[in-house]
């Protein structure tokens, strides 16, 4: 919830676009480090590693919405109700892709357990 609201606010800074990526990047591993207590180290690679996961989503969504349903971006742009949509399935390929992970990490952990 803490993730959402800081996302929320700063997206509705009157900033350029793009600075508000950098500055919640930068928010999400000073919350990691002083209230989860991640070593800086790991809290850097792991906002890095989902930034970059959910930047792939979204330009795998992108290409397909503009390359094969030919869907104009600049009208989606200027609807945020669309723009909404029309993100939807990069979320859900983010999910589907942060839990098929958290799987594999479970089946890895319980399958080193088992020859342990």
């Keep these: 919830m803490l993730f959402a609201i800081i996302s929320y606010l700063v997206r509705k800074l009157p900033i350029h676009f793009g600075v508000h990526t950098i500055i919640i990047i930068l928010i999400y591993i000073m919350v990691n480090v002083l209230i989860n207590k991640i070593p800086i180290d790991k809290a850097i690679s792991s906002v890095l590693s989902g930034v970059i996961v959910l930047l792939i989503c979204e330009w795998i969504n992108l290409f397909i919405l503009n390359d094969y349903l030919k869907v104009n971006i600049q009208v989606m742009e200027d609807n945020p109700m669309m723009r909404t949509l029309y993100m939807m399935p990069s979320l859900i390929l983010f999910v ?21």
């Design 96 to 116: 589907c892709f942060i839990s098929l992970l958290y799987l594999w990490l479970k089946i890895k952990k319980r399958n080193k357990d088992v020859f342990n």
